[in-house]
């Protein structure tokens, strides 16, 4: 009864022991999500995550693979978070110069009809514009002391930091040997459906979390103390959600670690990890930088779909519906295009010799009218897919593939370009 007992326990969640001791004396290792959050979080909650991963001192590492994969988004990351700011400034800066020259109209329709003098004309729509102008000067603000400067990619002080507190924590890279059987076992795992990373098939690397546990698990069997490894991609490959309800790592992942390198594992978010550092560290984390940390989409999203912020949703609404305006128009002179042309090889079908040509013209036009009513298919149900995402508030995902957004937004700057 002993032996079945201990298997039942390691299918058990985490006890208040395990994290503190996983907390207090376990090797903390991070998933490449938590360092990249690093620029995605605002200053504060920034400085705040930096100070608890300096403070847990030598138990912090990180796998080799951790630091590839990471060195590989780190730009796509400060991009993306620089493209947050620009949109949002770019819609209120397009709104508040729509409204300044539609509400200029209406003043002068009204200084017409009840002879309202120019100076208050002019003192109406100071005040009607005062606020989107602060609203930009705030952006701007806030853009800047995120922390995250423009020129991050050349002068990237937050990578300096991590490089600071990570020195001498990272793993060294597997042997070509080693890497090739770690793969082949991360292969294996994908068909068998077995934690972790079979998740991840669809992925340009579908290793990626095999390569992580099996690093972890060994620089941990050579230190002999318990694992913790904190993440933000809270897949259904790594944590056990029995009836919908997060109850910590899976089972198996749970027994693996006992089994392979004899010591416990404990399994939390970043959320999770900070609450707990400010609880048995004493290490100083506010409620805003938890906020912070629950507030950030997973990371292992389909990249067919995305998530945009309500500022976002509004300029790609925006701009999808001007190409649907196009290509419905085009759709128009198309058909009439085909139906003269038409007419024309009625008219003269008695001249072999200019038959050929107007059918050319005709099969040229047809061809032109299928791509346009394909694209006109694609126009209507991103303009579907965007409208469902913003009536389920922001940061709901467009189910739509990306690829074809970003075609069709394309599309409008092309047009935009030769208007």
Avoid at 130 to 152: C, F, S, T, Y
């Amino acid at each position: 009864m002993t032996g079945l007992s201990n298997h039942f326990h390691h299918w058990l969640p985490p006890t208040e022991a395990d994290t503190l001791e996983a907390i207090t004396n376990g090797l903390i290792v991070l998933d490449t999500n938590v360092l990249l959050d690093a620029y995605r979080f605002a200053a504060q909650a920034r400085n705040e995550l930096l100070d608890t991963l300096r403070k847990v001192g030598s138990r912090l590492w990180i796998p080799h693979q951790v630091a590839l994969e990471f060195h590989k988004n780190r730009v796509p990351v400060i991009v993306e978070h620089d493209s947050a700011y620009r949109d949002s400034i770019s819609l209120v800066t397009e709104f508040r110069d729509k409204l300044d020259t539609e509400f200029r109209i209406k003043l002068t329709e009204l200084s017409g009809r009840v002879a309202l003098p120019n100076s208050e004309a002019d003192r109406l729509k100071t005040l009607a514009l005062n606020g989107l102008d602060q609203a930009i000067k705030e952006l701007q603000r806030m853009r800047q002391q995120h922390g995250v400067p423009q020129d991050a990619l050349r002068n990237d002080l937050i990578l300096a930091d991590l490089q600071q507190i990570l020195e001498g924590k990272v793993g060294e890279p597997p042997t070509a040997e080693a890497d090739k059987d770690a793969r082949a076992e991360a292969d294996r795992r994908i068909s068998e459906k077995r934690p972790p990373g079979f998740l991840d098939h669809k992925k340009d690397d579908p290793h990626g979390d095999y390569l992580l546990w099996s690093q972890a698990l060994a620089e941990v069997k050579r230190r002999d103390i318990p694992l913790l490894i904190v993440t933000r991609d809270v897949k259904d490959d790594w944590f056990w959600k029995p009836s919908g309800r997060t109850l910590g790592a899976r089972p198996e992942l749970v027994d693996e670690c006992r089994k392979e390198a004899g010591v416990p594992f404990v399994l939390m978010s970043t959320q999770t990890f900070l609450f707990h550092a400010r609880k048995h560290l004493m290490i100083s984390v506010s409620e805003d930088t938890l906020r912070q940390a629950d507030a950030l989409p997973p990371p292992s999203e389909s990249k067919d779909e995305l998530r945009l912020s309500s500022a976002t949703l509004g300029i790609a609404m925006s701009k999808t519906e001007i190409l649907f305006d196009h290509l419905n128009s085009r759709h128009v002179r198309l058909t009439h295009e085909i139906e003269h042309a038409m007419h024309r090889r009625e008219q003269f079908k008695d001249m072999p010799e200019l038959l050929s040509a107007i059918d050319a013209e005709i099969e040229s036009i047809r061809q032109e009218l299928a791509r346009t009513e394909k694209m006109l298919i694609e126009c209507i149900e991103t303009v579907d897919a965007l409208n469902d995402a913003r009536a389920r508030g922001s940061g709901a995902k467009v189910r739509v593939p990306l690829a074809r957004v970003r075609n069709l937004l394309d599309s409008v700057k092309l047009l935009e370009g030769s208007a």
